[in-house]
């Protein structure tokens, strides 16, 4: 048994903080009271400090990232609260897999990393549980990660069969625990699905209450109309709907602000939830900075159009005309190429005597397109506003890599949920409410059963922490933080 003496308990529910003892027995809290007498063979005092459920990171990439295997611990989420993460965003999962194949992935990882054992949600599951993991796993299902295995590269609608092996196929994995579907619809493989296929598709997804999660067909011009679709889609579906990653990108603050607006004047007939993180950069696999034209077929195919000159030129002249700043755009990861990890577009170019244009293209062909920036490129002002909204949910957008001079990792890797407990203190936030956005109401919505709040036979995810500095944290029952330091226990489950 473990004892937890003498803490600040907020429980999650948005109620206010009680003092108390919690005793843990096996993976579960036991009892909720004041035990002075209470002997058990750890005890931790939680004298000054606050005790909350884990947090619930409600976008996670650390499967898209293959972090899952090369780093199972996933202590950068650890040590800032997170005891329970969910991969399977922007259309891309680690399952189900019809062929075996990662293919949607190659835009973050190298599939060639791992041995994929598995092809069904419920195989991966048990794969993850041999291997061990530092926080609890759960995912969406992935819409191109089923559509690729079913077409490959090409770009065209499903056949009536196609669809069939596809409502199928989610089906199944949502009986084996999936929590919803997403789509990545603004990526190249995604933007010309038709709305009636997601329809359709939804109508599989509501009979097991799953979620939907989408990445937007257009953040920039077209943010206004992708989010109407996203609205039309909700009400029709009756579906609990997802904005992934919403963020008001400069120089289209405007059209945020009206989506924001359509959002809002649609909440009473559209179960809608916006997801977002409080920093201003954002990871983007290098060939979203294609012409959306040239961003067509696999990686292969898109480094066969910029080799070709007649492609090459128009490229050129489009990039030139467009608003990429050269100092904001930082070298995150480029395969086989680290020397030129965290520099900036600018000085990578002028370090081999290229524009900034001709730089671009550059790092595409040595790293085969399989090269990360972030990109200093949101509002942050619009987007700290945007944090409080009633239906707003924290979302790293982020993996838990190891340490390595491969990888720059974003802040918000980090310091995800510290930052927004900061934010959410300075704004006048009730620290309550602040800890129920990303305990309870994450949980209740994608349906993780006795996790997300302190209470009696409830799963023992719990944070310790005091000035927003983690000093315990506790997965299932096992002190997965101590001090402020990793331990070596690996009492994360996929769930």
Sequence with gaps: MLLIKNTQIIDGTGQPSFKGDILIKDNRISAIGNFPNQKAEQIIDGLGLTLTPGFIDCHSTSDHYLTLFTNPSQKDFLLQGVTTIIGGQCGSSLAPLLYGSLKSIRKWADPDQINVG???????????????????????????????????????????????????????????????????????????????????????????????????????????????????IAKESKASVIISHFRPILGWENQFREAKDLIDANLNKANLYLEMNPFNASVLPIYTLLPAWAQHG??????????????????????????????????????????????????????????????LLAIMEITRMKALFLHQNINSELLKEALFHPRALIGSNSASPKDSPALLKPERSLNTFTQFLKMAAEKGVRIEKSIQKITSSPAEIFGLEKRGTVKEGWFADLAMFKDNQMVNVIVNGQIAVQDGKITDNLAGLPI
């Design 298 to 359: 696999g990686l292969e195919n898109m480094l066969a159009i910029i080799s070709q000159q007649r492609h090459r030129v128009r490229i050129l002249k489009e990039l030139g005309n467009s608003e990429i700043n050269p100092k904001k755009l930082i070298i995150a990861e480029a395969r086989d190429n680290n020397s030129i990890v965290g520099k900036n577009l600018k000085e990578f170019s002028e370090n081999r005597g290229l524009n900034i244009c001709d730089g």
């Design 118 to 232: 598995w092809v069904t949600l419920a195989e991966l599951k048990s794969v993850l549980r041999r291997l061990g993991l530092g926080v609890n796993f759960t995912t969406l299902v992935g819409h191109s990660t089923i559509r690729r295995d079913l077409i490959g590269e090409e770009i065209r609608d499903l056949t009536d069969s196609e669809m069939d092996i596809f409502k199928n196929t989610l089906s199944n994995s949502l009986k084996e625990g999936g929590r919803g579907l997403s789509a990545g619809l603004g990526y190249s493989h995604s933007k010309n699905v038709p709305y009636i296929e997601i329809k359709n598709l939804l109508a599989v997804l509501t009979k097991y209450k799953g979620v939907y999660a989408t990445h937007l067909r257009d953040e920039r011009g077209g943010l206004v109309e992708s989010v109407k679709e996203t609205i039309q």
